[in-house]
């Protein structure tokens, strides 16, 4: 399953040991993918407000930008549609599908795991952004 979700997210990792992170759900008893996924978040936030910065809007635009597009809600609207479910180990002491959270933080620990794994290239997590759709078609029309 690895090069379908390599090929999903369009990015081929180098260590490969980020990807299993990453896709990892949380457990009591583990942290699971909740690192990355707090490191996730800040660079969605980051590639989010560098493009809103170079479009050169308002700073009231870039919080609704943030609102909008960085909440779980839409994270996890983006993993549904991905189907990303199938590829998260799930918890095993639970028989139910993956929840809400779990898929918004997995989404951030992939960009989390991507911006690692590529030594903080932004074009690489740019790319992955842009593959799994995680940009409004336009920024300004977002806020």
Known sequence: ?????????????QHRDLMEEALEEAEPETAGNERLA????????LMLLQRWYGEGNTTEQGTNLLQAYAC????????RAL???KFIHK???????????????????I????????????KRVNDVMEK????????????
């Open 1 to 13: 399953m690895e090069p379908e979700f390599e090929c999903l997210i369009g990015y081929q990792f």
């Open 38 to 45: 707090l490191l996730g978040d800040k660079v969605l936030a």
């Open 72 to 79: 779980n809600r839409q994270v996890t609207s983006r993993a």
């Open 83 to 85: 189907d990303l479910q």
């Open 91 to 109: 918890r095993l002491d639970l028989e139910r599908s993956v929840p809400d959270h779990a898929l918004a933080s997995t989404v951030e620990a």
């Open 111 to 122: 960009l989390g795991a991507v911006w690692l794994d590529s030594e903080e290239k932004i």
């Open 132 to 143: 799994i759709s995680l940009y409004p078609s336009n920024i300004c029309d977002a806020t």
